[in-house]
């Protein structure tokens, strides 16, 4: 576990791809509970230790959590959320060059729940909900492109399914039409950065976490 940022209110934690943000049906140990675990022993508090899970990310996804470690914090970036006052950036590997490389996605998206699946819908749609984002291409290999994008609306799998809609899946992203798979079976998207103002300092904080450690990530960390 790495903890990019921590004070008395708040913990902001760099996810593995493999980790789960809070327990599921598989039974898997989440993150929340190694960060319970952390908390617990660091500062050798007795009993329950309160820690509110402010937004998650997908499992194949790796990046920044913010987590918030008292009632008051997670109430204030619970209401900073749905106003949209945390910017939210990720960087994804796509299997296609965006065209134009530069824009702004506005889509209606509706979910599927038995297939865990989103896909884009017509606005009168009537479960559809839009969804907002804005990227640009940050730089290419050979394969791949690294492309930054800004997250205006937090929809169900919304990066995966806008980008793919314009003909770019995610690399991994077999779900979305990525056409194969990562060794890991992670899919190359991360939450790079996160800024927001503190709930209870008001100081403005702008965070990143480096993305995860292999031979393409690297490339492209070396080439923006």
């Given at each position: ?138 730089a290419a290999s050979d394969n791949y492109f690294l492309v930054e994008v800004e997250l205006f609306t937090g929809r169900h799998h919304q990066i995966r ?64």
């Amino acid at each position: 576990m790495t903890i990019i940022y921590e004070d008395n209110h708040l913990i902001v934690v760099n996810k593995s791809p493999s980790e789960i943000v809070q327990g599921d049906k598989t039974g898997d140990a989440p993150l929340s509970d190694a960060v319970k675990l952390y908390i617990k022993n660091r500062y050798n508090k007795p009993g329950a230790v309160f820690l509110g899970v402010v937004h998650r990310l997908d499992r194949p996804v790796s990046g920044l959590v913010i987590f918030a470690k008292t009632s008051k914090a997670l109430t204030r970036m619970n209401e900073m959320l749905r106003n949209n006052e945390i910017k939210k950036y990720y960087w994804a590997i796509t299997c296609q060059q965006p065209y134009p490389e530069e824009n702004t996605l506005t889509n209606h998206l509706e979910k599927n729940e038995k297939l865990n699946k989103s896909f884009v819908v017509a606005e009168q749609s009537k479960r559809a909900k839009k969804a907002t984002l804005a990227y640009r291409l940050l730089a290419a290999s050979d394969n791949y492109f690294l492309v930054e994008v800004e997250l205006f609306t937090g929809r169900h799998h919304q990066i995966r399914v806008q980008l793919a809609h314009i003909g770019c899946p995610v690399k991994g992203d077999l779900k979305y039409g990525a056409p194969t798979s990562n060794k890991d079976a992670s899919i190359s998207l991360h939450a790079r950065k996160v800024s927001f103002v503190h709930p209870v300092s008001k100081e403005l904080l702008t965070l990143e976490a480096p993305p995860p450690n292999d031979p393409l990530w690297n490339f492209f960390k070396n080439n923006i």
